[in-house]
């Protein structure tokens, strides 16, 4: 079954974190960032898909290893 990919949004970043540590009551939740994006992050292989990331989050990505991934500037 094909996983239908949610287009980026030019509002907001998508980039989702863990909000909750050892001292919070229940499990750890996820939850998305309220910043204004900067750029638009594209895979080039299949499925292409796309998010928006704020500043912050995108320089946590680039320190990572993602050699196939293009920026659009928002």
């Not at 998305?32 to 638009?40: A, G, W």
């Not at 292409?48 to 946590?60: A, N, P, R, W």
């Amino acid at each position: 079954m094909k996983e239908k990919l949610i287009p980026p949004d030019p509002k907001r970043c998508q980039v989702e974190t863990q909000y909750g540590g050892p001292f919070s009551f229940g499990p750890p939740t996820m939850i998305r960032c309220k910043k204004k994006p900067v750029v638009i992050a594209k895979e080039k292989k299949a499925p292409q898909g796309s998010m928006s990331m704020c500043l912050q989050h995108l320089i946590v990505f680039l320190n990572g290893d993602y050699p196939k991934t293009t920026f659009e500037e928002v």
